[in-house]
């Protein structure tokens, strides 16, 4: 089962701690360490979420923008817990947070690693629109950039 609460300082230490490896690469390309690029998400976000499995952060979310701004920057990091649950169930539980997301920003765009398989995959079935990959951040590793627009 998996419990949606709002996202507090004590799941950003408990999913440093337990990044997927893909996760943490992701934000390393940036040249941020993991728990850096995690505040900085959490703390320039309008929305910001935690999904709970068995008692453990499984996945921490969140938009950032502009308050009445058009373009929201939509985030998305995941535990190992994650895994405790379908990609079927997991996906049609963030794609209502992403609808939630569109709510407050008609056009949500970010960058994802092009590598990052899982990551992509879930963005597709979920209605974004993946772009080809470009070289962006550190060592200019290939990013594809996401977008949706209501």
């Known amino acids: ?11 950003i230490r408990e999913i440093n701690n337990t990044l997927r490896d893909a996760d943490r690469r992701e934000i ?8 850096k ?3 900085r998400s959490y703390k320039g976000s309008i929305m910001r979420r935690t999904a709970m499995v068995d008692g453990e952060v499984a996945a921490m979310w969140g938009c950032g923008g502009v308050p009445m701004g058009k373009v929201g920057h939509p985030w998305l990091l995941t535990s190992y817990a994650s895994e405790k649950v379908s990609p079927l ?5 963030y ?9 407050i920003f008609p056009i949500l765009v970010n960058w994802v690693d092009a590598e990052y398989d899982k990551a992509i995959r879930l ?3 979920i209605g974004f629109t993946v772009h080809e990959p470009e ?5 200019n590793r290939m990013f594809c950039k996401f977008e949706m627009v209501t």
Not at 28 to 35: A, K, L, M, R, V
Not at 89 to 93: D, L, N, S, T
Not at 135 to 139: E, I, S, T, Y
């Open 1 to 11: 089962m998996i419990t949606i609460t709002e996202a507090t300082s004590a799941h």
């Open 28 to 35: 390393e390309s940036y040249g941020f360490p993991s728990c």
């Open 37 to 39: 690029a995690l505040w």
């Open 89 to 93: 169930r997991f996906a049609r539980v």
């Open 95 to 103: 794609q209502k947070e992403v609808l939630n997301m569109l709510n």
């Open 123 to 125: 963005l597709d079935v």
């Open 135 to 139: 070289p962006l951040g550190l060592n």
